[in-house]
T-cell receptor, first 118, second 113 residues
Framework: AQKVTQAQTEISVVEKEDVTLDCVYE???????LFWYKQPPSGELVFLIR??????QNEISGRYSWNFQKSTSSFNFTITASQVVDSAVYFC???????????????FGTGTKLQVIP | EPEVTQTPSHQVTQMGQEVILRCVPI?????FYWYRQILGQKVEFLVS????????KSEIFDDQFSVERPDGSNFTLKIRSTKLEDSAMYFC???????????FGSGTRLTVV
């Protein structure tokens, strides 16, 4: 069974601080995908990144960076120089590449609520 | 960029009433999904649908729930007799069969009173 753990329930930082959101996952599959989504107060899910299990290169996109470590089953997300607009709930998620039926089911963590204080 | 469209964005219904949540998946996608998020909790898988039948459903998806693709464009989730605990955000998603195009809609917030 798949499981995603986001141990940090809530984090508060002061604007311009860096913050790292932790994500630890469990899966028996060797091929899988990992995701991060942002959920602002308006409620929609905003896709941030998708990473497959064979690609352990870290990725940077502007102020966002992701550290994927297969050895520790972690996929952590860092926001550099945080801004008030970064305040949201962030979800880490995991999915098999493809099930025998051809569909993909995404398993979400419980989310980390980030509050950036001006 | 193609989008998954959900209507309405917010629906209020009385307990015991039937409700239908509507989704228009991305046009060339073949696989369709519903997820649910109770306020303050994680997003949970409800059901996947392919070739006009359910591929997999979770324990949450009991006999009160049904899904349908009534025409070539819409994908609906029906709750037959709503309960207070059905109040949640419901997300539709669709995919082409690969992760490159796995897309969530913006959600319908269902409030049962």
């Amino acid at each position: 069974a798949q499981k995603v753990t986001q141990a940090q329930t809530e984090i508060s930082v002061v604007e311009k601080e860096d913050v790292t959101l932790d994500c630890v996952y469990e899966t028996r599959d060797t091929t899988y995908y990992l995701f991060w989504y942002k959920q602002p107060p308006s409620g929609e899910l905003v896709f941030l990144i998708r990473r497959n299990s064979f690609d352990e290169q870290n990725e940077i996109s502007g102020r966002y960076s992701w550290n994927f470590q297969k050895s520790t089953s972690s996929f952590n997300f860092t926001i550099t120089a945080s801004q008030v607009v970064d305040s949201a709930v962030y979800f880490c998620a995991l999915s098999d590449l493809v099930t025998p039926g051809g569909y993909q089911k995404v398993t979400f963590g419980t989310g980390t609520k980030l509050q950036v204080i001006p | 960029e193609p989008e998954v469209t959900q209507t309405p964005s917010h629906q209020v219904t009385q307990m015991g009433q039937e409700v239908i949540l509507r989704c228009v998946p991305i046009s060339n996608h073949l696989y369709f999904y519903w997820y649910r998020q109770i306020l303050g909790q994680k997003v949970e898988f409800l059901v996947s649908f392919y070739n006009n039948e359910i591929s997999e459903k979770s324990e949450i998806f009991d006999d009160q729930f049904s899904v349908e693709r009534p025409d070539g464009s819409n994908f609906t989730l029906k709750i037959r007799s709503t309960k207070l605990e059905d109040s949640a955000m419901y997300f539709c998603a669709s995919s082409s069969g690969t992760f490159a195009g796995y897309t969530f809609g913006s959600g319908t917030r269902l409030t049962v009173v």
